[in-house]
């Protein structure tokens, strides 16, 4: 399932974020990677523990916890602190795979990877190129979203991001482990929440959503980890 979360930062914090980001002094992305993504990895990225990255990263932390359609999509267990990076002059990321467990740096934690999330942060205007490419059952999803939104796809997903022939695109990545672990049953619990909400709205006093609510809860308390 994948997910576009829009306007989870809002435009002046967008601002902010592109304008801390501008100066900040990039290292090379290959260090985080993996033996066979470092081979397709051309980018850069803030080092986890950067000062600028931990500040930014809180206040992704804290947008997403006010955002109820985050909340309902990815089922959060735990959020790996959040990353930062920067592509321009043809730097590109090729097909890889995200690691299945990530260590939470600075502690003896480790999270699963069962979903990925990127914000955008620079505006589609101001680039060519730096689609993110998902492959999926149904064939390969571009994405390319307004500055300040958010896709959300399932961590087993093979993906790249294409080069970035003009401009600059900066964004912030992530992982998620989700208090459901697997793909299918998420998206049927979202889109059950989904349809359950529309119909409340359209009949606030239906006993059957009550009754289809007790059925959403009754199926997170079967599947979810907490
Ligand atoms: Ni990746």
Same mark, same amino acid.
């Not at 994948?2 to 809002?10: D, M």
């Not at 959060?76 to 321009?88: G, M, Q, R, T, V």
């Not at 080069?163 to 979202?190: C, P």
């Not at 359950?196 to 009754?211: F, K, L």
């Given at each position: 399932m994948?997910?576009? $979360?829009?306007?989870? @930062?809002?435009a002046?914090?967008?601002?902010?974020?592109? %304008?801390?980001?501008? *100066?900040?002094?990039?290292?090379?992305?290959?260090g985080?990677a993996?033996y066979l993504?470092?081979r397709?990895?051309?980018n850069?990225?803030?080092?986890?523990?950067?000062?600028?990255?931990?500040?930014?990263?809180k206040?992704?932390?804290?947008?997403?916890?006010?955002?109820?359609l985050?909340?309902?999509a990815?089922?959060?267990?735990?959020?790996?602190?959040?990353?930062?990076?920067?592509?321009?002059?043809?730097?590109?990321?090729g097909?890889?795979?995200?690691?299945?467990?990530?260590?939470?740096?600075?502690?003896?934690?480790? $999270?699963?990877?069962? @979903?990925?999330?990127?914000?955008?942060?620079s505006?589609? %205007?101001?680039?060519? *190129?730096?689609?993110?490419?998902?492959?999926?059952?149904?064939g390969?999803?571009r994405?390319?979203?307004p500055?300040?939104?958010?896709?959300?796809?399932?961590g087993?997903?093979?993906h790249?991001?294409t080069?970035?022939?003009?401009?600059?695109?900066?964004?912030?990545?992530?992982?998620?482990?989700?208090?459901?672990?697997?793909?299918?049953?998420?998206?049927?619990?979202?889109?059950?929440?989904?349809a359950?909400?529309?119909?409340?709205?359209?009949?606030?006093?239906?006993?059957?959503?009550?009754?289809l609510?007790?059925?959403y809860?009754?199926?997170?308390?079967l599947w979810?980890?907490?």
């Open positions: 994948l997910v576009q $979360i829009p306007q989870v @930062l809002t002046a914090q967008v601002s902010e974020f592109r %304008q801390a980001l501008e *100066g900040a002094d990039w290292a090379d992305g290959k985080s993996g993504s470092r397709v990895k051309e850069r990225q803030l080092p986890d523990t950067h000062p600028l990255a931990v500040q930014l990263g206040q992704i932390l804290e947008a997403l916890h006010n955002s109820p985050f909340t309902t990815a089922l959060p267990a735990k959020i790996l602190p959040p990353l930062f990076n920067s592509y321009s002059g043809d730097e590109h990321y097909r890889h795979v995200d690691g299945a467990i990530r260590p939470v740096t600075g502690t003896h934690h480790r $999270i699963r990877t069962d @979903l990925s999330a990127t914000i955008f942060l505006d589609p %205007q101001d680039y060519d *190129g730096g689609e993110l490419q998902i492959e999926d059952t149904y390969v999803r994405v390319k979203l500055a300040g939104s958010m896709v959300l796809y399932p087993t997903s093979v790249k991001v080069a970035v022939t003009r401009g600059r695109r900066l964004a912030s990545f992530f992982w998620i482990q989700s208090m459901v672990r697997e793909d299918h049953k998420r998206m049927m619990l979202f889109e059950l929440d989904r359950i909400q529309q119909v409340s709205a359209e009949n606030p006093d239906s006993e059957a959503v009550t009754d609510a007790g059925v809860h009754n199926l997170l308390r979810a980890d907490v």
